[in-house]
């Protein structure tokens, strides 16, 4: 049982480049998002899916893409990199409990640190 | 304002010691309530939920104050493992869980 699993865990782009970041898990989870990390900032919520063909915006989306083609799978796209989106992206996913996904506690990848020069 | 606040620290605490975070949040809406422990250059990791009642998970301590809106958290006995930084989550209800910015804890022996 790997939990979440994300890949690349470093990359460097250039301003203009495109990428997408990699997130799986295994244990089943109807619920993914994905976070960035900034100093002092706190994570903040990118985008969020609640199960496999939903998705929806969190409180800093643009600039990113998402698609939950299964429940496994949640990648987050970089449209066109730029130095604003340098920062530790994070992915989560939780399980729904008897109330609310609210309740549960999120499960975390490894983190990708991105740099855009 | 942020709707979820924490002293950002550090708290600079000798092995032992008992120290105490607060964090406030401003959605009196707020449904469920946590707190996460991040090492550094690590992933958010669950240290304990957060439980109207208060709740004990050996040397840590809860406690929600609904009418106030902040949450705190108590360290008793405090270990060189405990240096991290805390975070404070909270959730409405809904699909957005809202972390706060966390408090640095460095522990010295």
């Known amino acids: 049982n790997a939990g979440v699993t994300q890949t690349p865990k470093f990359q460097v782009l250039k301003t203009g480049q495109s990428m997408t970041l990699q997130c799986a898990q295994d244990?089943?989870?109807?619920?993914m998002s994905w976070y960035r990390q900034d100093p002092g900032m706190g994570l903040r919520l990118i985008h969020y899916?609640?199960?496999?063909?939903?998705?929806d915006q969190g409180e800093v989306p643009n600039g990113y893409n998402v698609s939950r083609s299964t429940t496994e799978d949640f990648p987050l796209r970089l449209l066109s990199a730029a130095p604003s989106q340098t920062s530790v992206y994070f992915c989560?996913?939780?399980?729904?409990?008897?109330?609310?996904?609210?309740?549960?506690?999120?499960?975390f990848g490894n983190g990708t640190r991105l740099t855009v020069t | 304002r942020k709707e979820v606040e924490q002293d950002p620290g550090p708290f600079n605490v000798p092995e032992g010691a008992t120290v105490a975070f607060n964090c406030t949040y401003s959605?009196?809406?707020?449904?469920?309530f946590f707190w996460y422990r991040q090492d550094c250059r690590k992933e958010p990791k669950l240290l304990m939920s957060?439980?109207?009642s208060g709740n004990e998970d050996g040397r840590f301590t809860a406690q929600l104050n609904r009418a106030s809106q902040y949450i705190s958290l108590l360290i008793r006995d405090s270990k060189l493992s405990d240096s991290a930084t805390y975070l404070c989550?909270?959730?409405?209800?809904?699909?957005?869980?809202?972390f706060g910015a966390g408090t640095r804890l460095f522990v010295k022996a």
């Open positions: 989560a996913s939780s399980y729904y409990s008897s109330t609310g996904f609210y309740n549960s506690p999120l499960h």
């Open positions: 244990m089943n989870h109807e619920y």
């Open positions: 899916s609640v199960g496999a063909g939903i998705t």
């Open positions: 959605n009196s809406a707020s449904q469920s």
């Open positions: 957060v439980y109207s």
């Open positions: 989550v909270v959730n409405t209800g809904g699909f957005k869980t809202i």
